[in-house]
Each structure stands twice: as C-alpha cells, then as structure tokens.
C-alpha cells in the first residue's frame, strides 16, 4: 500500500490576492520592504511551482508596484523597523556590531541604523554589563569557583555579541553588580 501525499492546492496569485496578503502580514508584523517582498516571492515561487505555465515575472512586477504603493502609504518604512530594532536590542545589550548585522539581515541600509545608534546614548560597557546580567555571567555568577572556570567561555560569550575584547574583560573582571 503506498502513502498518498496530500498536496495542497494553492489559490491562483492575482494582484489583488497579494496584495490581501501583505496586508495580513502587515497587520501581524512590523516589516522592511526587503521582508515583505521576500513573503510575497514565497507565496508566488510556490504557487509557479504547481502551475507551470503561470508567469511569475509578471507577478514579481507586480510585487514590486505593491511595495512602492506600501510605502508611498507608510504601511512599510525601513527607517521606522530599524527604530524598533535599534531599541529593542539596546535595550537587551546588544553591541551596535550585532545590531547593524541584524538590520542589515532585514534589508535596512546602514546608513540608517548608524543614524539611529548615533542619537541614542550608547555605553558598551553598560550594555555588556546589561548581557552579563542577562547570562548569569561574570559578575553575575554566585560561585566564585565557576566564575574562575568558565571564564573563557563567559569571554566568548560577550565577544560574540560583539562586544570589543577589553570591554569583555572589564565586564568579567568587575565585582559589582548593575
């Protein structure tokens, strides 16, 4: 006896329909333009994928004409998604390396995030204390014994985050806690 595969079928993608998609997206996530096309590229290279004949770069085009309406709206805004990225990750002690990298993940310019990491104070030894205290690291540890044992990897913790190696060392070297 063979297993049959249950393929679903997929409704046929029109302007509108992806359009009615990326506003259930939007209504659920905060989104740069590079997000919400790659969502609506999925959608398209799925539906393509069970109808051959059907033309996905005309669906792209209209993909495209759908974003610069989204924007031209404000529905989507590059700089306002990296606002709240910007502060959400300062706020959990992210190094400004991490937060660039993250951002520019999701297509924001760099231009913009160091706009945006310029207005904001910013002290990185606070923001690796702020980690620190997030990983029970460094002077966060209660055991001074496992504080001494795992200080290479406490390290390579901080340095990972994108923490500059004497800031790492300040943070695990100091004895107060924040």
Do not use: H
Request: glycine share 4%; charged share 40%; net charge positive.
């Amino acid at each position: 006896m063979t297993d049959l595969v249950n393929k679903k079928v997929l409704k046929k993608i029109t302007p509108e329909r992806l359009k009615n998609i990326a506003l259930f997206y939007l209504k659920r996530f905060e989104t740069t333009r590079y997000g919400l096309r790659s969502v609506l590229k999925r959608r398209v290279d799925a539906y393509a994928y069970q109808n051959k004949e059907f033309d996905k770069m005309q669906a792209y085009d209209w993909i495209e004409k759908l974003l610069d309406d989204f924007v031209r709206m404000k529905y989507i805004d590059d700089a306002r998604f990296a606002e709240f990225k910007v502060r959400d990750y300062l706020a959990a002690g992210k190094s400004p390396r991490y937060i660039i990298g993250k951002c520019k993940e999701k297509g924001v310019e760099e231009a913009i995030v160091l706009r945006l990491l310029s207005e904001r104070e910013y002290d990185p030894y606070d923001a690796a204390m702020r980690l620190a205290k997030k990983k029970k690291i460094g002077p966060f540890e209660a055991d001074k014994v496992k504080r001494k044992e795992r200080r290479s990897k406490d390290l390579a913790v901080l340095v990972r985050a994108g923490f500059d190696y004497d800031i790492a060392v300040k943070v695990l070297e100091s004895d107060e806690e924040v």
